[in-house]
């Protein structure tokens, strides 16, 4: 275990096997849809779970990546700063959100709104992590990897000033690193 981190929360061997099992539920239930869901994973701390989760999804998928933050000292919804959009038009796509963790849930619903005004024609969301405790709007995830506590946690894509993303699991940051 790496010297920084506190406990590990999820294991790696947790998470392929989480996975597998939402890859085949996604698979099921976009089986018989007449197009196949765009995959829309935000940067940078989606890419792992993505890249596990799409080993498991048994369609003709397409993937595509979008990089949003939002604007310093502004808590609005909406405001968000688009670093990288999307590579091609989303007009009548179902879409599914990749993202690592659902906190307050201000990103999810910022960009669930950006999805929908770009045309898409349905927008779900696939989260590796769900931190319930922390919501402040009410935005729910469709398919969810692990329900975890209020901890700041690092690994599997999470950072903590852009280091520890290549931990191969999830854990719990040591509180001397941010107190
Ligand atoms: P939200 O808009 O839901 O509050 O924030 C989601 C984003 O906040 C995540 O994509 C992630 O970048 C960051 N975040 C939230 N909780 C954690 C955490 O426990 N650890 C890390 N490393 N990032 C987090």
New binding site residues.
């Given amino acids: 275990m790496h010297q920084s981190v506190k406990n590990i929360l999820v294991t790696h061997e947790q998470i392929v096997a989480r996975s597998k099992e939402l890859g085949e539920q996604i698979t099921n239930e976009y089986k018989n849809h007449e197009n196949k869901p765009l995959l829309v994973a ?1 940067l940078k ?1 989606s890419v792992p779970f993505l890249a596990e989760l799409i080993k498991h999804i048994d369609l003709d998928i397409e993937y595509d990546f979008m990089d949003v933050s939002s604007y310093e000292g502004t808590e609005s919804i909406g405001d968000i700063r688009i670093i990288k959009d999307l590579d091609r038009s989303i007009k009548n796509t179902e879409i599914i959100l990749v ?10 619903e910022t960009v669930k709104k950006l999805m929908v005004q770009k045309g898409a024609s349905d927008v779900k969301v696939v989260t590796l992590l769900d ?1 319930p405790d ?1 919501r402040v709007v009410d935005i729910t995830a469709e398919y969810v990897g692990f329900v975890i506590p209020n ?4 690994g599997f894509g ?3 000033d852009q280091k520890f993303r290549n931990l191969p699991y999830v854990g719990v940051l040591k509180e001397e690193f941010y107190k």
């Fill in positions: 935000l701390g993202e690592d963790i659902v906190d307050t849930g201000r990103t999810l931190k922390r901890e700041f946690v690092i999470l950072d903590f």
